[in-house]
């Protein structure tokens, strides 16, 4: 076994491969790139990259700048849809046209925004109480009217001034 090692080192190290592992290092140098030259390359795609991306934001800035300034007759459209909205339903109805990418009108037509408004609106009703239409001498027996019907001289002279309709200074003239 040791001679057959031998055999095939001595073999490995014959001039002929040699020759060739130096021919390969050769072929490696002049395979061997130009530094120089790549970075001039990557440079200028960079130079390129950057005056494209310049100019795709310049093409993109004044359309933003247009939509920006808004014209009369949106701000009258804006103004109608958001009058008679107490603030949530601004609030709710502005995020609404946003997500939707739609104007205030069509969100506020929307059926998503009439649905929570029309909970929202419920639940504000329901929250706040009704007011009262009864008015103070109704609670004490029926309209004035009435009261004055069934009420005593004296009684009625008192009705009288607590509703405003005839003076102190008159009655006490009478008695």
């Known amino acids: ?7 095939e080192i001595q073999d490995s190290e014959t001039p002929e491969e040699e020759e ?6 050769e072929e490696v140098e002049e395979e061997e790139p130009d530094y120089k030259e790549l970075f001039e ?3 200028q795609k960079s130079k390129g990259m950057y005056k494209r991306l310049k ?3 310049a093409k993109k800035t004044p359309v933003a700048k247009a939509e920006s300034v808004a014209n009369p007759f949106e701000i ?3 103004t109608s ?3 008679g909205l107490d603030e949530l339903e601004r609030d709710r109805l502005i995020k609404e046209a946003k997500l939707g990418g739609i104007s205030l009108s069509e969100a506020k037509k929307s059926e998503d925004y ?3 408004q029309k909970g929202y609106k ?10 009262s239409t009864k008015q103070g001498t109704q609670s004490r027996g029926g309209t004035l009217t009435e009261q004055l019907a069934n009420a005593t001289p004296a009684e009625r002279n008192k009705l009288l001034i607590k509703a405003g309709l005839v003076s102190d200074r008159y009655s006490s003239e009478e008695k």
């Not at 076994?1 to 031998?6: H, S, V």
């Not at 060739?20 to 290092?25: A, V």
């Open 1 to 7: 076994m040791t001679e057959e090692i031998q055999e």
């Open 20 to 25: 060739d592992f130096e021919e390969t290092e």
């Open 41 to 43: 390359r990557e440079q």
């Open 55 to 57: 100019s795709e934001q």
């Open 76 to 78: 009258a459209e804006i």
């Open 81 to 83: 849809a958001l009058q």
């Open 114 to 116: 009439k649905l929570w």
């Open 122 to 131: 419920g639940k504000v009703v329901s929250k706040t109480p009704a007011p």
